[in-house]
């Protein structure tokens, strides 16, 4: 059956009027879109209303429905299915049909017909807008200035917001985790003009040493809640006015410096200015205790010492896991005493790590402790902490701070191993037993129950009922067993019956998939197996989970991850959970075994930027955890894979590794 369109007329309410005729009865018309911004999103659908008499019928598109289901910043191509069934039916043209683009007053974007293949075809498409810095002044109160905006826009439409966004690392100039917002009013004359107190940036921007913010404006039109985002450019003649570097007293300590990006944009370098706030002023340490003595330059109160460990993320490191004791105050110093029996002690140290002290105290940030050159660490020593399990020794750090490494003893045992795996193929395929993966795994392990692809927050919610998953003939059996296991919400049972020695697991389904929430209590993983599947159009759902937003997702994800953790806890000892610290890669050996980088580089470390942030949270909660680490081994992808290389496959020597390094794990 065919439904063909012969006009197409735009009204003066802001609608299009679409005529035509049709050789079957119509039960609906829906437009839809697949958004693609790191994976294809399920459609988004929009019930169209029409009329039919006989066989001509007339549809009602409304344009400002449309602009709130458009993507901002995107061009979006919106296709029109009659009747709703897979394949689709589309209403379509038997030849081009004259249209003129249209562009109203009060919106950001332009809309227009097209007929590719003859289906009818309407796209919205954002206008380039240019934000350009005027005037810029900072000082240690106010930061101000007056911007420019673009092509032309109607007098008192549109609003503005400006947004100064935190960098994941420098090299990630297209990827912002924590943002700050400030409301800059109505564009007047194609002008906004800001006056923002420095004292009211958040600290929630100081996450590292230095942090890079990026100033971005969204421009929000009346008819969607949704800005247009553009960065901010330099006016070549205020250029030598953006320089400029003002201190962020307390309760910050920081330092706050505007500069031109090479791309010629407004950038902000938003530092941590606590070195030297805090000096070690004795230290003492026999063979039971360490003493740490201190005069501070400032007044804190409340205060403790606190111990953090390193955790590696990206080519930097944060802090997750710590240890504390108060702070004793006397007439002229302040002094603690830690005894080394209770030193890092319980299941919160790892091999190889390295520690730095802090002062923490009331109101203030913690604040690292400066040794100064009088200070003789050369005669401190290892000593044996925590039952004998590490050996640890104090040190100064690269920025002359107080800081302890730790290391550890191996030990050895022997024989068969059944072992559970939660995760993907950067952990299952080791236990292949073809010859580019592991031949003779099933000698040392019994695979004794796999959960495939699927996000712990999907484990966590209930199970999803009403699907026929054999109807989708897209679906292979065996990536159908993946689809069931993720929608059965098994993953506990199936755990303890397996009556597993160990579950290895890694967190890839966390890192880069997104969640689909069916209702307020089920969640899926949109898989793979998911997206190419017409399962992801015929889903229906309240809203996904994604990773355009990674810090929302991370803050999402933390509570199920603690829930995970507790349960799974209950079935399997803390120390018998080993995570596969994972990580993608950025090169490949091509079809001439030459190295050769992924087009997608940059995406690919800030998908490893952000699964170094999900195993230091992991491992927080379960410090027990035992890791398998090879981010410091230069393992790359391959053109032979046998399954495809891709940045998540591995060139041979990775599996055949992974199994010796999982052996060593098991048998000591």
Not at 143 to 162: C, E, R, T
Not at 346 to 359: H, L, R, S
Not at 373 to 380: C, V
Request: glycine residues 4%; neutral net charge.
């Amino acid at each position: 059956m065919k439904f063909y369109i012969k006009e197409i007329q735009l009204t003066d309410s802001k609608t299009w009027e679409i005529s035509g005729f049709s050789e079957e009865k119509i039960n609906s018309i829906q437009a839809y879109y697949n958004e693609i911004r790191e994976y294809k999103h399920p459609e988004q659908k929009l019930n169209i209303p029409f009329t039919q008499q006989k066989k001509s019928f007339k549809a009602v598109i409304s344009v400002d429905e449309l602009a709130n289901f458009s993507q901002p910043d995107l061009e979006v191509a919106w296709k029109f299915k009659v009747n709703g069934d897979f394949p689709y039916t589309h209403l379509i043209t038997d030849g081009p049909i004259i249209n003129k683009p249209f562009y109203p007053d009060n919106s950001l974007y332009e809309y227009h017909f097209e007929f590719p293949e003859g289906i009818l075809t309407l796209v919205s498409k954002p206008r380039k807008l240019i934000a350009s810095i005027e005037s810029f002044s900072l000082s240690e109160n106010i930061m101000s200035g007056s911007i420019q905006i673009n092509p032309l826009l109607p007098d008192g439409v549109f609003s503005a917001k400006l947004h100064l966004k935190r960098r994941p690392t420098p090299s990630l100039y297209l990827f912002h985790e924590q943002q700050q917002s400030f409301n800059l009013g109505i564009i007047k004359d194609n002008k906004i003009f800001f006056s923002i107190l420095v004292s009211d940036l958040c600290s929630d921007l100081l996450v590292d040493d230095t942090n890079i913010l990026d100033a971005i404006i969204d421009i929000t039109p009346p008819e969607t809640n949704k800005g247009l985002p553009t960065f901010l450019s330099i006016d070549a003649d205020v250029k030598t006015s953006i320089p400029r570097e003002v201190e962020v007293g307390s309760p910050l300590f920081a330092t706050l410096r505007s500069y031109v990006t090479g791309s010629n944009r407004l950038s902000f370098y938003f530092k941590k200015n606590i070195q030297g706030l805090v000096k070690l002023s004795q230290l003492q340490e026999n063979r039971k205790e360490i003493t740490l003595q201190f005069k501070f330059e400032n007044k804190f109160s409340e205060s403790q010492i606190v111990l953090k460990r390193q955790d590696k993320k990206a080519g930097i490191f944060e802090y997750n896991v710590e240890q504390i004791w108060p702070l004793k105050k006397s007439l002229s110093k302040h002094s603690v005493r830690i005894n080394k029996k209770d030193f890092l002690s319980g299941p919160i140290n790892k091999a190889d790590a390295t520690w730095d002290f802090f002062i923490r105290s009331k109101n203030t940030p913690d604040l690292p402790i400066l040794v100064p050159n009088e200070i003789n660490l050369d005669s401190s020593d290892f000593f044996s902490t925590n039952d004998n399990k590490f050996r640890a020794q104090l040190s100064r750090n690269s920025l002359n701070n107080l800081s302890c490494n730790t290391i550890i003893a191996p030990k050895t045992k022997s024989d068969l191993t059944k072992i559970a795996i939660m995760g993907s193929c950067f952990s299952r395929n080791a236990f292949n037993s073809s010859s580019y993966f592991n031949p003779d795994y099933k000698a040392f392990f019994e695979c004794s129950f796999t959960q495939f692809h699927s996000s712990i927050i999907s484990v966590m919610t209930e199970s999803a009922s009403g699907f026929d998953l054999k109807r989708y003939k897209d679906i292979i059996p065996s990536e159908r067993i993946t689809v069931e296991g993720d929608f059965e919400k098994n993953f506990f049972t199936n755990l303890k019956n397996s009556n597993s020695d160990y579950l290895l697991i890694d967190l890839y389904p966390d890192v880069i998939r997104p969640v689909i929430w069916l209702n307020n209590k089920t969640a899926i993983t949109l898989s793979y197996v998911i997206e190419n599947s017409q399962l992801l159009n015929d889903l229906s759902y309240e809203r996904i989970l994604d990773h355009i937003n990674n810090e929302e997702f991370f803050n999402e994800w933390k509570g199920y991850a603690d829930q995970f953790i507790t349960q799974l806890t209950e079935i399997i000892p803390a120390d018998k959970v080993i995570l596969n610290l994972g990580g993608f890669t950025t090169s490949y050996y091509n079809e001439n075994g030459k190295i050769v980088t992924y087009k997608n580089k940059m995406a690919i470390e800030k998908n490893n930027y952000f699964w170094n942030r999900l195993n230091n949270y992991f491992l927080a909660k379960l410090p027990e955890a035992q890791v398998i680490d090879f981010s410091k081994k230069p393992y790359i992808g391959d053109f032979n894979y046998p399954f495809g290389h891709s940045f998540s496959h591995f060139e041979s020597t990775y599996y055949k590794d992974f199994l010796k390094e999982l052996i060593y794990i098991t048998k000591s």
